[in-house]
């Protein structure tokens, strides 16, 4: 027997973030959005617990227990006293350390599969907490939709959303290392007063309202300026997509991949195009937004 789960990616449409804390993360105010590209996650019983990944990227995915999903099958097992002898198989289809969850996705793949797999009935409460353990991003890997996620990111409110909103995703060459961009966060900051993170009432509202228009006006990134000071090229990224007609272009999370929020599919091709182009980036992908999260196949 094996379970597969399909798990989607996300984009920050606001990430605001606080000064760091004394152990070292940071405050937010992080609105995710689940978009429609995923991963499938299948887990199968096996001797020994081992991973193995298919898909663009996938030599950059770490096969060892260091793996998101790795880690969310040993976390699992040791809460219920279970051997971690399943093989994870990761069909990949998220960039690879592009600042859209890829990992957090598979960690929470992974521990929804093995859940169903092992039928150890773990709560929805339960899993989010493993899921916090295991990092910030995975929790809403889990839930989908849209939400807020507050502390470090972790603590969500599931948010309504009253459309569908379209995107182009720009994929860049190479990964940026998330603590590297928090680590730039923090040397461009300092010596100034970092606000505490707040989310945005417009940038709600227009989640609600379905209100691309709106929405794009409100788009935030505290993230970009470092992003953008490691990786320079990521301006000319930016520039060729709005100038080929989206409404708005912001880095994803803590990048390398950037975004760009458009009217419609139509639209959503034409940037697509326009942005291969420019040769600015390496790839171009397309989704809708809201997305369901992690769920069993």
Known sequence: MSVTVRVPAKVNVQLAVGAARPDGFHDLANVFLAVGLYDEVTVTPADELRVTCEGPDAGQVPLDRTN?????????????????????????DIPV???????SADGAGALLACN???GTGASRAELLAICAELGSDVPFSLL??????????EQLTALEVGGTFHWVFAVADGGLSTPAVYGEFD????????????????????????????????????LQPAALSLRPSLADTLAAGRAAGALAGLVSGSGPTTAFLVPDEETAALVGEALLASRTCRAVRTAESPAAGATVL
């Open 144 to 153: 989908g939709g849209a939400a807020l996620g507050t502390g470090r990111g």
């Open 68 to 92: 998101l999903a790795a880690r969310a099958v040993v976390a699992l097992a040791a809460r219920r006293g279970i051997e971690p002898a399943v093989h994870i198989h990761i069909a990949k």
């Open 97 to 103: 350390a592009g600042g859209m969850a890829g990992g």
């Open 116 to 118: 169903t797999l092992w």
């Open 187 to 222: 040397r461009l900051s300092e010596g100034t007063e970092v606000p505490e993170p707040v989310a945005s009432e417009d940038l709600l509202a227009a989640l609600a309202k379905g209100d691309a228009t709106a929405l794009a006006a409100a788009l935030s990134n505290d």
